[in-house]
């Protein structure tokens, strides 16, 4: 079946710093890739996507590229705020099928980024 | 435009009761899903509407749940004989159509059985 696997949390930054959340899948076929972000006490939003490989998402100055071959899809971000402290998931969307649309999230990442 | 809302935002039952769970999507969108989020893990997919009928209930942990969309709309997630290992946070998502189209979430119910 399908999986994600996030880097583990939580991760403590200072502001400006370099961003790195490490995400790998598997999955048959092509899924679809996303970046859902959780700000505290808010619901899931999306960050950013990807559809086919070698696709790059970005939004917010996020970006994560679509990595077939190592079935990646990596989150940086060059210069984080404070603001950015949030809980980050990872997911895929099957394509085709009984299962399609649905979402198969990682476990989530913990981001806290201090001034 | 409104969002995804859910009612109630929070409900505390005991074992052994009945609840209900009601998810209000974004208008016009044929899609609904529900899904569900223990602490500290990524949300579980439970099952996904497409209109009236469901498409997809693999995720469904037991005949204990069940959900409905009568109208094509609002969505009702059903569960009987609720027990502790149920406590969790329930979310709603609505996108336009399946598949590549953003999900838009609601904000969740919390279900905590005592």
């Known amino acids: 079946g399908n999986s994600v696997t996030q880097m583990e949390g939580p991760v403590t930054l200072s502001e400006e710093a370099f961003l790195t959340i490490n995400c790998t899948y598997t999955a048959t076929g092509y899924p679809s890739l996303f970046w859902y972000v959780q700000y505290p006490g808010e619901g899931l939003q999306l960050l950013l996507k990807?559809?086919?490989?070698?696709d790059k998402g970005s939004n917010k100055g996020f970006e994560a590229t679509y990595r077939k071959e190592t079935t990646s899809f990596h989150l940086e971000k060059g210069s984080v705020q404070v603001s950015d402290s949030a809980v980050y998931f990872c997911?895929?969307?099957?394509?085709?099928?009984?299962?399609?649309?649905?979402?198969?999230f990682g476990q989530g990442t913990i981001l806290t980024v201090h001034p | 435009g409104a969002g995804v809302s859910q009612t109630p935002s929070n409900k505390v039952t005991e074992k052994g009761k009945y609840v209900e769970l009601r998810c209000d999507p974004i208008s016009g969108h044929t899609a609904l899903y529900w899904y569900r989020q223990s602490l500290g893990q990524g949300p579980e997919f439970l099952i996904y509407f497409q209109g009236t009928g469901a498409a997809d209930d693999s995720g469904l942990p037991n005949d204990r749940f069940f959900a409905v969309r009568p109208e094509g709309s609002v969505s009702t997630l059903k569960i009987q004989r609720t027990e502790r290992g149920d406590s969790a946070v329930y979310l709603c998502a609505s996108s336009l159509t399946a598949g590549h189209n953003e999900q838009f979430f609601g904000p969740g119910t919390r279900l905590t059985v005592l």
């Open positions: 990807a559809t086919k490989a070698d």
């Open positions: 997911a895929l969307s099957q394509t085709g099928g009984t299962s399609y649309g649905k979402l198969t």
